[in-house]
T-cell receptor
Framework: GAGVSQSPRYKVAKRGQDVALRCDPI?????LFWYQQALGQGPEFLTY????????KSGLPSDRFFAERPEGSVSTLKIQRTQQEDSAVYLC??????????????FGEGSRLTVL | DAKTTQPNSMESNEEEPVHLPCNHS???????IHWYRQLPSQGPEYVIH???SNVNNRMASLAIAEDRKSSTLILHRATLRDAAVYYC????????????????FGQGTILTVHP
């Protein structure tokens, strides 16, 4: 399809395991965002890429969280040594333009992570 | 980032208009007002945005107060598919290539539509 694709849709991890969540943005979109959404809450910003450059990682909650977008398209969010508080839906969004406060963000359906 | 205030929840009947309010008294002159909605088990989707003038699109209308300290999202005829969480967001100014217009979500308004 032409939308933002995220995988896996559901991931169950044991506490202490590493996980990797993938985002395929819409082709040609320059901007890519990651958000974390806990149950019953609004999405919380994690990090922002403009092409392959990670311009803002101020929302990453700890050094266990790492994101990359090496070729300016697909992005991976990695969580090391998962903890129960990492359980959430991780949302990826892309936008055609950089430096625009009018452009629409297109969100994927999210990856639901449950840490046992 | 400037903050928005929305009611926690609202209810409507199907085929009736819905007015979803948002207060943003600390809005700056170049903040755009964006609305997104999130249906159950889906990612947020764009609804509409505006700066000063009222805006209409196929999904909704956005009415912006003259002083820009509040706005109202208007769904002209609610359907069951409009049941969602609606987020009012101020998207900050983009300047000098260092800003990129981050979307900061609040709690939103849970809209329930009754048949």
């Amino acid at each position: 399809g032409a939308g933002v694709s995220q995988s896996p849709r559901y991931k169950v991890a044991k506490r202490g395991q590493d996980v990797a969540l993938r985002c395929d943005p819409i082709s040609g979109h320059v901007s890519l965002f990651w958000y974390q959404q806990a149950l019953g809450q609004g999405p919380e910003f994690l990090t922002y890429f403009q092409n392959e450059a990670q311009l803002d990682k101020s929302g990453l909650p700890s050094d266990r969280f790492f994101a990359e977008r090496p070729e300016g398209s697909v992005s991976t969010l990695k969580i090391q040594r998962t903890q129960q508080e990492d359980s959430a839906v991780y949302l990826c969004a892309s936008s055609l333009l950089a430096h625009a406060n009018t452009g629409e963000l297109f969100f994927g359906e999210g990856s639901r992570l449950t840490v046992l | 980032d400037a903050k928005t205030t929305q009611p926690n929840s609202m209810e409507s009947n199907e085929e009736e208009p819905v007015h979803l309010p948002c207060n943003h008294s600390t809005i700056s002159g170049t903040d755009y007002i964006h609305w997104y909605r999130q249906l159950p088990s889906q990612g947020p989707e764009y609804v509409i945005h505006g700066l000063t003038s009222n805006v209409n699109n196929r999904m909704a209308s956005l009415a912006i107060a003259e002083d820009r300290k509040s706005s109202t999202l208007i769904l002209h005829r609610a359907t069951l598919r409009d049941a969602a969480v609606y987020y009012c967001i101020l998207r900050p100014r983009v300047a000098g290539g260092t800003s990129y217009g981050k979307l900061t979500f609040g709690q939103g308004t849970i809209l329930t539509v009754h048949p």
